[in-house]
């Protein structure tokens, strides 16, 4: 059984720039959530898509976006990056919105 | 709204001590509540959960928890600790709402000197 996959697994970007970060699912799961760790910190919640809707959404600015596709793989988007943006971006796939989570290793992002 | 403390950023014990990372929560309903363990330059492991139903809840590597409502905590314990359980660990609750989103705590980094 293959665990979440997140791509890239490092990237740096400088302020203004645009990124697009990558998820793959487990295998079946239909729910993915986007979290974002900063250094020293436990993750936040960014929003969570559920079939292909988004499904719920954290205290995060509209230029963080994110898309879900058919075979639940999803993408976050996050445009004219900030210095703050600088973090450990984490994707946690599920069999259903309140079954438990499960992490990727996360894509870590710089911005200079 | 729910939220998370983890008493104590850091914890130091010695390897074959008793571990114990303290975990207190605040929801207005019955919550779902999570321990996950973060290795370095690695995601979130799953250690254990509580739903419902028995409060003792027993997760991998020796790893059990006990839900107390009446104090609303959700401690970590092992036993005898072990070298390879130095990692950060992470308390996490969440509601039995319509998405499941997780608040964690700041984490607690454990340390296991020989």
């Known amino acids: 059984e293959t665990g979440v996959t997140q791509s890239p697994t490092h990237l740096i970007k400088t302020r203004g720039q645009q990124v697009t970060l990558r998820c793959s699912s487990q295998?079946?799961?239909?729910?993915v959530s986007w979290y974002q760790q900063a250094l020293g910190q436990g993750p936040q919640f960014i929003f969570q898509?559920?079939?292909?809707?988004?499904?719920g959404r954290g205290n995060f600015p509209p230029r963080f976006s994110g898309l879900q596709f058919p075979n639940y793989s999803s993408e976050l988007n996050v445009n004219a990056l900030e210095l703050d943006d600088s973090a450990l971006y984490l994707c946690?796939?599920?069999?259903?919105?309140?079954?438990?989570?499960?992490f990727g290793d996360g894509t870590r992002l710089s911005i200079l | 709204a729910q939220s998370v403390t983890q008493l104590g950023s850091h914890v130091s014990v010695s390897e074959g001590a008793l571990v114990l990372l303290r975990c207190n929560y605040s929801?207005?309903?019955?919550?779902?509540l999570f321990w996950y363990v973060q290795y370095p330059n690695q995601g979130l492991q799953l250690l254990l959960k509580?739903?419902?139903?028995?409060?003792l809840v027993k997760g991998i590597n020796g790893f059990e928890a006990e839900f107390k409502k009446s104090e609303t905590s959700f401690h970590l314990t092992k036993p005898s600790a072990h070298m390879s359980d130095a990692a950060e660990y992470f308390c996490?609750?969440?509601?039995?709402?319509?998405?499941?989103?997780?608040?964690f705590g700041k984490g607690t980094m454990l340390l296991v000197s020989p």
């Open positions: 295998s079946g799961h239909n729910t």
């Open positions: 929801s207005s309903v019955p919550p779902y």
């Open positions: 898509y559920y079939r292909e809707e988004e499904n």
């Open positions: 996490a609750v969440t509601l039995n709402s319509g998405y499941s989103t997780l608040t």
């Open positions: 946690a796939s599920s069999l259903g919105r309140n079954q438990p989570q499960h």
């Open positions: 509580y739903t419902t139903g028995a409060t």
